[in-house]
């Protein structure tokens, strides 16, 4: 670490959540720019891959639990970040229903802990805030796209909690000079996503109907509801062009800016995979305050700095089979 | 308490932060209703007042700390509330500039273990939510009044913890059917109130100067800003009409609607003591980001229970000034 902090012209990232899905894209991105990057992660769950794959990164990491301020603070000022990358998240909105006060804090409370340690020691580092289009929440389909002056109404523990860190990130850049780029990120898909999220367990279904492992029958929630589907490479593309090039106190919409149905998102896995799936709905499956249609507006992000989704649909699709085939056979 | 359970038609209050200025009101205005009342309090801090004055009430109290859930949360099966008006919290904007993480978590996560334990053990239990005009923020002199659906823009820790509370109770009604009432309440003023308040300190300062114990010359922050004062008195009337009367879920401003500068507040004190006294800004007290105006809508409240402030200015002043008489005599 001590050396990088005298070489000219590398940035430092700190990334925090870094064994998550986003952290591991956000590295491989980081690699491919063959900059002078350094990266600290961190993460309260242990390394979960190799870090030695990111050939162009000098890359390093810690175990650490941001609500055990002992166990990180120091790191801030140590690596003196240029940007920090604030992944840490607990982000299931499932989760927040049956464990408010964990959800809460392991959200709010982290941030919180982080931005004043970074405004004590290093306020020139520039944060990046991870947030939900579930702050939208309930919204009718006449405010469709939603854009980033669109009314919120979060409706879930989790979505209230990624709303507080929003409002605390406003007022740690109004009052007290802290350099924040906010975000409202929409459904992130990719390869190498956990499969409590819809997209990738409906691939991994359709993999194991492939394989001959189950019986052709897809049972799902309300599949008529609209989404907006945005590849994981592109979010995190968004991510680092903010960081360089978004405004200070400012909100973006990461987004396709295009809403697609979920049963749709099934019918285009299964003609890629060639086969005939019949679709049932699960009672249990179906959730009582979901929203019918949550799609939403990327025209300030490409306005200001020029980022659109650059990945098409079909091809997210084919790289989630692809990568749940490779668990598959692995 | 026992005893109190078995009897019918006994409303029994859970009051958090029992010791403050807003609750020994509560308690003098339930104690003249003369109505089978039982009164649980808890505060963190030692009791400091004597509860045998409240002769009407049966009433109790138990120190302890929100965010240490074995020192209270027997209680809310124990003593089985049919209310809890939560008055705990860390209610000075300016020390939330100082300890943001500190006033975050003892006004947010408190009332979230609060909300956890009332569902879980208690969920038909009725709450009183207390938020705060410092939700409504930054806001022009064209959005006067405010009213309920106003845009919420807060500008300090406090004041997003506040909003936090308010999003937290929405999503506990919305999600798990709890019974939650909420208010913003706007600046309250009365007898009792702590010199960190800017009437009570003006008040106490006023006294000296009558007294002869200090120079006639009052050294201000901006006291040309407007604001909607209401007494305490009046505000725990609201909340104890809006236990019994208000619609769960809703949020209710209490306010006077009627706005006053400080000048104005420090001049008709200076005419009900007889003396004159000159005011300087002092440039250390100008908050560089306060509010021009800030006055409330009581439309919804006075329309919904009938509510409305009864006490006049000059009472609630006069009052002021008796309290701080009687502390320099005593």
Known sequence: MPEFNKRQGVKKY??????????????????????PVAVLGIDRGALNFDLEVFRN??????????????????????FAPDYVVH?????????????PISSFANNTN???NLLEKVRKVNPKCRILSVGSSEEYGACGLDQLPLTEESTLNPVSPYAVARVSQELLSKVYVDGFGCDIVMTRSFN??????????????????????QLGNTEPVMLTGDTSIVRDF???????RAYDHLLKHGRSGHIYNICSGTGVTLKSMIDQMAAILGIAVTQEIDPRLVRPNDNKAIIGSLKKINDEIG?????????SLRDILDYWRSKSVA
Chains 1, 2 share one sequence.
């Open 307 to 315: 980022w659109a989704p650059r990945i098409p649909l079909d091809t």
């Open 188 to 209: 992130h898909i990719g390869p190498g996503q956990l499969d409590t999220f819809v997209i990738s367990s409906f691939a991994k279904k359709l993999l194991a109907i």
């Open 230 to 236: 945005v590849d994981v490479r592109d979010v995190v």
């Open 110 to 112: 982290v941030f919180l």
């Open 87 to 99: 992944l840490a998240s607990f982000s299931s909105v499932a989760f927040s229903w049956v464990n």
């Open 57 to 78: 990164l000098h890359c390093s990491f810690k175990k650490a639990d941001l609500l055990q301020g002992h166990e990180w603070e120091h790191l801030i000022e140590e």
């Open 14 to 35: 700190l990334i925090t959540g870094f064994s998550g899905f986003v952290g591991r894209h956000f590295l491989a991105y980081l690699d491919q720019l063959n900059e």
